[in-house]
């Protein structure tokens, strides 16, 4: 399968703990991003990567989120101190990023329950 | 920042049926305008997309048109199938980040 994989599909946790989601992105595609999803919305952007360089950041990121991409492949995602708030997919995207190809291709996103 | 409407939040047709699905932007920078279908516990997959620079776009059954004038942009579906049941989101993008309307959920009926 050589489209965006996401790992785990699902994480239950409980409030307060930490949690890290995996994201890889179709291998020629140098950006990477982040969104979120919640029951009947359409995604919300998180953040996004140019190679290894994270260029923006959501106000919807606490402090609690920190997003890497080490090597300019695959990037995750960390929450600390979860909340029930927290729920959500996850879903990560990639594109070209060659300044003419606009498309993003979504992973099937990672299914938050904080309990 | 952006923000992104899509009108209706509901769609029923009958099968063959055509379906519209609206969507208006605020942010007149926006310059690519994707749409995209997500079945239940599914992925988002892009199925049709459009740049400012063009005003209508056509693959197969699906289309979508653009007036740039108005900041709005639809989704038309022709000769709809059960399998064309999901939800279906509009976006509008500047640069990276795509802003999401909050969807339509449109139901063929056989």
């Known amino acids: 399968d050589t489209g965006v994989s996401q790992n785990p599909r699902h994480k239950i946790t409980k409030r307060g703990q930490n949690v890290t989601f995996r994201c890889d992105p179709i291998?020629?595609?140098?950006?990477l991003y982040w969104y979120r999803q919640t029951l009947g919305q359409g995604p919300e952007f998180l953040t996004y990567?140019?190679?290894?360089?994270?260029?923006?950041k959501s106000r919807l990121l606490s402090d609690r989120f920190s997003a890497e991409r080490p090597k300019g492949s695959f990037s995750t995602l960390e929450i600390q101190r979860t909340e029930q708030g927290d729920s959500a997919m996850y879903l990560c995207?990639?594109?070209?990023?060659?300044?003419?190809?606009?498309?993003?291709?979504f992973g099937p996103g990672t299914r938050l329950t904080v309990t | 920042g952006e923000n992104v409407e899509q009108h209706p939040s509901t769609l029923s047709v009958q099968e063959g049926d055509s379906a519209v699905i609206k969507c208006t932007y605020s942010?007149?920078?926006?310059?690519?305008f994707p749409w995209y279908k997500q079945e239940l516990g599914k992925r988002p997959q892009l199925i049709i997309d459009?740049?400012?620079?063009?005003g209508e776009k056509k693959d197969q059954r699906i289309a979508v048109t653009l007036n740039k004038t108005a900041k709005h942009f639809s989704l038309h579906i022709t000769e709809t199938q059960p399998e064309d049941s999901a939800v279906y989101f509009c976006?509008?993008?500047?640069?990276?980040?795509?802003?999401f309307g909050k969807g339509t959920k449109l139901s063929v009926i056989p």
């Open positions: 995207a990639s594109s070209l990023g060659d300044g003419q190809s606009y498309e993003q291709y």
């Open positions: 942010d007149s920078a926006s310059n690519y």
């Open positions: 459009i740049r400012s620079n063009v």
């Open positions: 990567f140019q190679n290894e360089a994270q260029l923006e």
């Open positions: 976006a509008a993008s500047g640069s990276y980040q795509l802003t």
């Open positions: 291998s020629e595609h140098n950006r």
